[in-house]
Every structure is written in structure tokens, then in C-alpha cells.
């Protein structure tokens, strides 16, 4: 005689419960529900055999995802003489399965726990996705099915892009069951990993000045954290002759990569938020994950690529907000080549963390210090760095600015504050503007004026 239990289930006739009955054996040990036996064991029978089977299989493809149907067996037998149908059913390979209607959560997610069939746990659903989806974040099917793609259609549209169903299971967004995964809820307005932006007073986490969070789809995320960050970096104008000189706090494309890298390598496996910090002096960009397993600091310097994220990382690439992998962080050393200061890396277990320096804080506070320190300078200094000037322009004809940084180790402050002086003195004639600008000698300026026959 046959006894319910964590494999066996009893039905007096057919009735919707079958299906999560069905789910509940496709995501643990397997099971067969008997139609047509109640639930003392006793053998009642159904009319018509055929046509229950017809109704099963027709409810279990409809109502069921993913496509459970390869791992049933509906059938009719005979016990005591009398048709029963048994549907038989094997642990899935694409758990969890879940009701169509209800979505991958306790509502559609059914598990055994003994004799009974019960909703799965929170827990249970993430173990299952882990199991069957690999280490791979992305690929594994999100819980919400739910989505909504707006934000991220108007950004493919804007760069003449299409993103339709097709598109979506090309780009991994939807995969093989026909549900979406959780690079598709990245992508949606669903998306519940955030980007929290916090603006401070000085060098030090005490004083906020201004602080949002950012959530939605990541394209979303991106474009905002840009803009929010692109209002703090202030444009500083410095004057050479009648010339203006306007220079940013950060270059531009140093921001954009240090974003994009925040974005695109995280591991979004845990719930976290990116944190971007704007100090006076720098902005930090904080993402969970560190280097990929196999990869090393030094190697990410070298820029060599190893994608935590690859099929985020090939959408931004179609969306031409990446050009190649791996030249992010040569971007942003490349973008800081002419500073005495440079973007550093900081690298744990779980998190990876990008420091740009403010070109122009150095600057001002440089500018200050030396202001400050001047009154101190001793005449025989002045005189030594004065008499070095005279000996480059008798050796080179003339003098740039940078030669008087790179010769006498000054500053850029330092060396115009000399320059001027030096002019206003007689000791030296200014002659062109901007790059062109040069100091010569008044000596060598009358030979060069008599030679023209001027």
C-alpha cells in the first residue's frame, strides 16, 4: 500500500494544487502525484483517464516556469483495478521552477518538506539559482520578473540601437527558459543596487555638505552620477600675459573611467552600494569586489583585462561607453601624465577603490604654502635662483617657465612669481603669448633688434 510522503502525493481527483505540487518535486527530490487515490491510500479511480492527463500536461506547460515538461511523465495505470493517473516528476535542472503568475519568490516557489508542499524560503531560492546558474552573477535568473526596460530603450535608442526581445536574448538579458536574468534587472528600472554620492567639507569624512543615492537601471545610475559629480568639479582660471588659462579640478575623462570602472566590475552579488566620495582635495570611488581571482593589482596597472561582468561589460561596449577592455586605468594615469600628482589604487578581498587627486587644490595650497613662506626666503636664495635664469638664457638664448620648474625644482606658482619680478626688474624682456610665451635677456633682445635692422 503506498503512503504519502516527501515523494508521494495523493490527489481524490485533479485540482490546481497539482501544480505546485509539481514545482515543489521539479525543485527538490523528485516525486509522482497520484490522481485518483485519497489521502488514506484508499483507491478511488478517475472516470476518464485520458482526459485528466490532457488537463495536466496542458495546466503544467502553462502555468509552470521554467518549461518543466522534460522532466514529467504523465501516465495512466491500473490499481485494484480501477485507472489512476500518476504524473511523474524529476528534480529540475533549472531550479527554481515557479507558478508563471506568481514570479520566483515564496508566492511561486514551492518546495517538500515532508509529506507537505510549502513555499520556498528566501534562502532556498537564492541557493537554488547559485546552484544552478554556476558563480556567474549575470547569467543566474532574476528573482523579479517583473521588469521594465524604458530608461534603457530610450538609451539604445538614442544611440541607434534597438532593443527588442531578440536583442535581449543576443545580449544574455533574457536567457535560455525565456526568463529574464539578473543582467536584464541591472539594466530595469527594478534594479535595486544604488549608487550613493556624498560631497564633504575638507579631506575628511566629518562634515557632509550634500549626499544622494541613485537607483534604477545602471545607465540610468551612470548618467546621474556624472552630472552630480560634474557639478563639483570646478573650473579654475589662471591668467598668463592677457591670456586666460581654464583648467578643472579633475579631468574629465579620468571621472568617466573611474565611473564606468566602478559600474561595470562590481560584483553585484551582494548588496552593497557604490560609494563615490568628494573630499576638497579628491574623489574616491569605492565598488564591492576586488581583482578578479587570477589577476593581480600589478596586472590591472599593465592593462590586462579580466571581466567579472562580461556580458554587462559587451552591452556598454555596443553602447560605445567603453571602447576596449582593459584601458580604463591607462586612460586615467594617461590623464593625469603632466601632474607631479598622481590617481592611486587601493585593492582588498571586497572592495577596489580609485583616488583622484584635485589638479587645482595642489595648486592653490602650493601657491599659498610658498606665499606664505616667502617673507623667510633669504635674499642669497633669491639671488642663487635669479642667477640660474641668467645662466639658462645665456646657454639656451631664452627661458620658458617650465625650465625654471624642471631646472630649479619650483613650482608653477613659484616660477611666474620669479618670471614677473625678473621683468619688472629689467632683468629679463617678455616676448610672445601663451605657448608661444619666452624671456630673453634685454642684452640679447637688442642684438636680435639690431641684427633686424630695426
Known amino acids: 500500500m503506498l503512503i504519502e510522503g516527501k515523494t508521494v502525493e495523493f490527489k481524490r481527483e485533479y485540482v490546481d494544487d497539482i501544480k505546485k505540487t509539481v514545482v515543489a518535486f521539479a525543485n527538490c527530490d523528485g516525486g509522482t502525484v497520484y490522481i485518483g487515490i485519497n489521502d488514506d491510500g484508499s483507491v478511488c479511480g478517475v472516470p476518464d483517464a485520458d482526459a485528466i492527463m490532457l488537463r495536466v500536461t496542458n495546466a503544467l506547460r502553462d502555468a ?33 521552477y515557479y507558478l508563471r503568475d506568481k514570479g520566483v519568490r515564496p508566492e511561486g516557489v514551492y518546495a517538500r518538506q515532508g509529506a507537505s508542499t510549502v513555499p520556498a524560503s528566501d534562502a532556498s531560492i537564492l541557493s537554488m539559482i547559485r546552484e544552478t546558474s554556476g558563480d556567474s552573477y549575470e547569467a543566474a535568473r532574476s528573482i523579479n520578473q517583473q521588469l521594465t526596460f524604458e530608461y534603457c530603450s530610450a538609451f539604445f535608442r538614442r544611440r541607434g540601437l534597438t532593443l527588442g526581445v531578440q536583442q535581449m536574448r543576443t545580449l544574455h538579458m533574457i536567457g535560455e527558459d525565456g526568463t529574464f536574468t539578473n543582467l536584464a534587472f541591472l539594466l530595469s ?5 544604488t549608487v550613493k554620492l556624498a560631497v564633504f567639507e575638507g579631506s575628511k569624512k566629518s562634515v557632509f ?16 552620477a556624472y552630472d552630480y559629480i560634474d557639478r563639483y568639479n570646478r573650473t579654475r582660471a589662471e591668467f598668463q600675459g592677457i591670456d586666460r588659462l581654464e583648467s578643472r579640478d579633475y ?32 574623489i574616491e570611488f569605492v565598488s564591492i569586489g576586488g581583482v578578479v581571482k587570477g589577476m593581480s593589482l ?10 567579472r561582468n562580461q556580458n554587462l561589460a559587451n552591452i556598454f561596449y555596443r553602447l560605445r561607453l567603453i571602447e576596449a577592455y582593459g584601458t580604463g586605468i591607462l586612460k586615467i594615469n594617461e590623464s593625469y601624465s603632466d601632474s607631479a600628482i598622481k590617481p592611486s589604487i587601493e585593492v582588498t578581498s571586497n572592495a577596489f577603490k580609485i583616488v583622484l587627486p584635485n589638479l587645482n587644490y595642489v595648486k592653490e595650497n602650493n601657491s599659498k604654502t610658498e606665499e606664505a613662506l616667502r617673507p623667510l626666503t633669504s635674499n ?32 608653477q606658482a613659484t616660477a611666474i612669481l620669479l618670471l614677473r619680478e625678473m621683468v619688472a626688474g629689467g632683468l629679463l624682456v617678455k616676448r610672445g603669448t601663451a605657448k608661444n610665451l619666452r624671456y630673453y635677456l634685454p642684452c640679447d633682445v637688442e642684438k636680435k633688434t639690431y641684427s633686424n635692422g630695426e
Open 380 to 411: 642669497s636664495k633669491k639671488q642663487e635662483r635669479v642667477q640660474a635664469v641668467v645662466s639658462l638664457c645665456q646657454k639656451n638664448g631664452f627661458v620658458v617657465r617650465k625650465d625654471l620648474e624642471q631646472t630649479l625644482r619650483i613650482s
Open 298 to 307: 600589478d596586472d590591472i596597472m599593465l592593462g590586462v583585462s579580466a571581466l
Open 209 to 224: 555638505k550634500d549626499r544622494t543615492e541613485l537607483a534604477g537601471s545602471l545607465l540610468e545610475q551612470i548618467e546621474a
Open 64 to 96: 509552470i516556469r521554467p518549461d518543466v515538461m522534460m522532466f514529467v511523465d504523465c501516465r495512466c495505470t491500473d490499481i485494484d483495478g480501477k485507472a489512476i493517473v500518476a504524473v511523474s516528476v524529476q528534480r529540475g535542472t533549472a531550479r527554481p
Open 189 to 193: 528600472e527594478q534594479c535595486t543596487h
Open 251 to 282: 579631468p574629465a575623462v579620468a571621472i568617466r573611467e573611474a565611473l564606468l570602472n566602478a559600474v561595470v566590475h562590481r560584483d553585484y552579488s551582494f548588496s552593497g552600494s557604490t560609494l563615490i566620495s568628494i573630499f576638497d582635495d579628491r
